[in-house]
């Protein structure tokens, strides 16, 4: 098991008891139809069947009700959609006020629905990097608690749980396929799936087109970019955190990237094969075989599908051209 | 708790250790936004997520296992095509030969599936009326386990297992609305909610086009029709079995018929609101809610979204037209 991370077992399987159950125990199976399209064999993770339709709410959980029990009322965080809708969504239901800050060119049906689940939402012009300023400066103007998506370890541990079901989970494999984005679901699935199944490889899958963290891990040194160039908007970062990065380098055994071609394959595949809708972030796994097909011929590949907030004329466009 | 059927609580929660867990307790969740949109609570239990894409399974894992356990070594069932697939999973797994017989137009998808999943399928000229008629044939040539759908109560109470997960589940409702074809799902389910949740309302709901059980259930004798023309091919049969109908009597609280057009406008809600594409059978709870939101206003309903085996071509010809 890797040691010295900021990760541990003991508070993993904690965290698992604070998230609701109707974001736990997802569908886990084999997708037979996709795996002969791919050459190997494929199981889902299928996170997005609940209410905020991503596996952020898992660490929202964790996040929300641990603030609930030490008397917090506030909590403000920067989004690029999928985390401000789950905090907003646990937020609710543990009573806190939720404020996202977002990059107006946001996915609009992200921002929608963090603004249906009753948050306030505020936007700035620029990416989620300049979001997660705009968010530190509320947090200390107005003194309440700023969450840092994968920088607040809750966040990592709340991803992680997949890991323990996968873990857990019937078939076994050889090989995850993680997207990584600022590294929490990275992270924590690779640390659970590492000390509970040594022998199974832990791959991240980046976008060529926001490949900071990917460049960092290769070269073990954060390494930032100056622009992303992605529809994978969930995984869009430009500045690694240096913690994350550490645990990254002790759990994952390679990190790739894909282009926009092989996530909009991967997303098309996931259509016809599965009958599902998927955000891009979602299809880096498939993306990652797609590219590399010899890597993955005739092993036993689970891949976590995290999110489906995607935006339907864009999804059209993308899909069916 | 309705008594003189064939179904049985204790059955049931026999039956429910036969289905692999990969069947079992699947998505549910609310949606809120669609709720919204039908000016209801919508809850939505999510029987696509496994290797079938639809509920059949859990009638299947128990006929299969049953069937084996026994010493059984072949099965010939006629199906529209999700229960002809899931018995090809199910009796694979069991080492079991399966015949489908399926009409020649059949959802292509499906029959491809059933290919894919290795079960010798025969085509009729006809519906699934006809199909029946020659599986039984089939059955008495060869010597082979005949399953027909709803009249084996395996297929009853394996659907049935959806309702203990619906009585067990949080939140809880005032009424489920039930895809109602040959009855199974409609009858197990329905038993199980009457039986563990007293005051919850049962409908059961079919399209117009396919009214046979529905008119039956009303006028408390069976029906048959002559034809059918519906785009949910999952629930078009047109001769009620009489034992079906006097569960179905018995924990019915309503049978409704609903419009072509309400199921593709139910299909495409279940698209932009909660990101599902499904076959059509799927959206005739929804189609329910669309042609009487008086009934459903502001009440707390779930439905059985109970398949999403759709050829993708004729899902966007219904949806985006």
Redesign the interface.
Known sequence: MPSGLRLDLGRIRAARRLIDP?FL?????????LG?ALGCTLDIK?E????V?SFKGRGAEVVAGLLADGGGRALVCASAGNLGQALAWSGRRHGLDVTVVASRAATPVKLD?IR??GAELELVDGDIEVARERAASIAGRRGIRLVEDSLDVETCEGAATIGLELAGGRPSFDAVLIALGAGAMATGVGYVVKALLPGAEVICVQPRGAPAMTRSWHERRVVTTDATDTIADGVAGRHPIPAVLDDLLAVADDAVLVSEASIVAGMRLL??HA???VEPSAALGIAAILQDPERFADRNIVTVICG???D?DAYHRWVRA
């Open positions: 109707m125990d997802t569908p886990l199976y084999r997708c037979e139809s002969r299928l997005t069947a609940n209410p339709r629905r249906g689940l259509l016809e009958g599902l809708i489906s907030n995607v339907l």
